[in-house]
T-cell receptor, first 110, second 117 residues
Framework: AQRVTQPEKLLSVFKGAPVELKCNYS??????LFWYVQYSRQRLQLLLR??SRESIKGFTADLNKGETSFHLKKPFAQEEDSAMYYC????????????FGAGTRLAVHP | GAVVSQHPSRVICKSGTSVKIECRSL??????MFWYRQFPKKSLMLMAT?????????EQGVEKDKFLINHASLTLSTLTVTSAHPEDSSFYIC?????????????FGPGTRLLVL
């Protein structure tokens, strides 16, 4: 069964500290992994996807098939990074349905 | 970027009534749209896949007679919560995939908050 696990409900750090939001997945095939972000009172929006191998707002995420993980990292957190972060899995491409993790709230304190 | 709208943004209704929520892709066509439900401080749970010109595909455990989905055009999908009950109170979110130059991206609506009294 497809499943996405985000073990941390809340991650609280100080500005300038490194951040790692954990995500593990369960899928028998070749999944496509995404990170979505939801800022306060805003809609869900795509942050990055593993196939793009890009860095958005300083965030990166590497797909580790051996560990079935797709952790989101940023070396120096900023206050504006405070938001809800969701890891999501799609069977293939994005036309297929997305399975979301429970989400992790990142709180960056000054 | 692409925009997906939802209407209404918030609705309060009495128990037993039906509520219709609209999801529109404003600047692109979407043959497929997705409906999610989000409980307070919980993740998004996929309810169904809305297909233009054909029946919706429901996820396991979602009552298709309770949550009627109609994909009337390439830019509009509607979710009707029939005979609503207080336990149907939730945040309903739709999304639509839009093809890009190299890959497609799903765009999410702002959500509709339903409160059933």
């Amino acid at each position: 069964a497809q499943r996405v696990t985000q073990p941390e409900k809340l991650l609280s750090v100080f500005k300038g500290a490194p951040v790692e939001l954990k995500c593990n997945y369960s899928y028998s095939g070749s999944p496509e992994l995404f990170w979505y972000v939801q800022y306060s009172r805003q809609r869900l929006q795509l942050l990055l996807r593993h196939i793009s191998r890009e860095s958005i707002k300083g965030f990166t995420a590497d797909l580790n098939k051996g560990e079935t993980s797709f952790h989101l990292k940023k070396p120096f957190a900023q206050e504006e990074d405070s938001a809800m972060y969701y890891c999501a899995l799609s069977a293939s491409g994005g036309y297929n349905k997305l399975i979301f993790g429970a989400g992790t709230r990142l709180a960056v304190h000054p | 970027g692409a925009v997906v709208s939802q209407h209404p943004s918030r609705v309060i209704c009495k128990s037993g009534t039906s509520v219709k929520i609209e999801c529109r892709s404003l600047d692109f066509q979407a043959t497929t749209m997705f409906w999610y439900r989000q409980f307070p401080k919980k993740s998004l749970m996929l309810m169904a896949t809305s297909n233009e010109g054909s029946k919706a595909t429901y996820e396991q455990g979602v009552e298709k007679d309770k949550f009627l989905i109609n994909h009337a055009s390439l830019t509009l999908s509607t979710l009707t919560v029939t005979s609503a009950h207080p336990e149907d109170s939730s945040f309903y979110i739709c999304s639509a995939p839009r093809p890009g130059r190299t890959q497609e991206t799903q765009y999410f609506g702002p959500g509709t908050r339903l409160l059933v009294l």
